[in-house]
C-alpha cells in the first residue's frame, strides 16, 4: 500500500487551499499536519529544515520535499494525473495554464490576497495597489470568463485551483466581487467540481 503524502498547511491559508483541494480531487492518501503559523513554529526546527523560507504549504512523498504551491500543484499534475486534465502538454494550452499560475503568485497574490491578510489580521499592505491590482485581474478574469466556462477553455485546469481561493474570499479583503458577474459564475463551477473542498472560515483570535 502506497504511503500516504503528507501535508502541511495552515486552515486559512488560499496557497494551502490551492493545494488541498487538488488532493482532494485526485483522492490521494494525504496526511494533514496543521502549522501554527501564530506561535511561529513556521520559523523554528525542524520546520525550517522542511522549508527554509518558513512558509507553508509543504509537501511530503516519500524522499522528496517541495514548497511553493504553484510547483506542488505542478507536481501533482505530473505524477498523479494520468489522464493530463489538469496540466494539458498541449503547448498553447500548458502555457495558457502556466500564464494563470504566474498570475497567482504576482497580481493574486499582491492584490486580493494582500488586501485579505490586512484586513483580517492587520499586516501591513499597500491597499491602495492591492485594490488596482485586483480590479485589473478580476476585470481580465472576468473578460474570460463570459467567454468560457473556466480560465483556460471549457475544462478545469490547474490556473482555476491557483485562483479559487483568494479569488472567493476578496470580499475578507474588503474587494467587492459584484461588478464581475461571470467571475462569480465560474466560483460556482469550481464549487460544483467533484471533491470538491471549501476553506475553512476566519475565526478571529480571542
Request: hydrophobic share 45%; glycine share 6%; net charge neutral.
Amino acid at each position: 500500500m502506497k504511503q500516504a503524502l503528507r501535508f502541511y498547511r495552515h486552515p486559512i491559508s488560499g496557497h494551502c487551499h490551492r493545494v488541498e483541494l487538488f488532493l482532494s480531487i485526485l483522492a490521494l492518501p494525504v496526511d494533514v499536519v496543521n502549522v501554527d503559523l501564530q506561535s511561529g513554529e513556521h520559523k523554528k526546527p525542524p520546520f525550517l529544515g522542511r522549508n527554509p523560507f518558513g512558509q507553508v504549504p509543504v509537501l511530503e512523498d516519500g524522499d522528496l520535499t517541495l514548497c511553493e504551491s504553484t510547483a506542488i500543484l505542478v507536481y501533482l499534475a505530473k505524477k498523479y494525473d494520468p489522464s493530463g486534465r489538469w496540466l494539458p502538454e498541449d503547448p498553447a494550452t500548458n502555457a495558457r495554464v502556466m500564464q494563470w499560475l504566474a498570475l497567482a503568485t504576482g497580481p493574486l497574490s499582491q492584490g486580493p490576497a494582500a488586501a485579505r491578510v490586512h484586513h483580517l489580521l492587520g499586516r501591513p499592505a499597500d491597499l491602495p495597489r492591492a485594490e488596482a491590482l485586483s480590479e485589473q485581474l478580476f476585470a481580465v478574469a472576468d473578460a474570460q470568463l463570459a467567454r468560457t466556462s473556466f480560465l483556460v477553455g471549457n475544462e478545469p485546469t490547474l490556473a482555476d485551483l491557483a485562483h479559487y481561493a483568494y479569488t472567493a474570499r476578496a470580499p475578507e479583503g474588503r474587494i467587492s466581487l459584484e461588478p464581475y458577474p461571470a467571475l462569480r459564475r465560474w466560483l460556482e463551477r469550481v464549487e460544483a467540481l467533484p471533491g470538491f473542498v471549501p476553506m475553512q472560515q476566519f475565526a478571529p483570535l480571542r
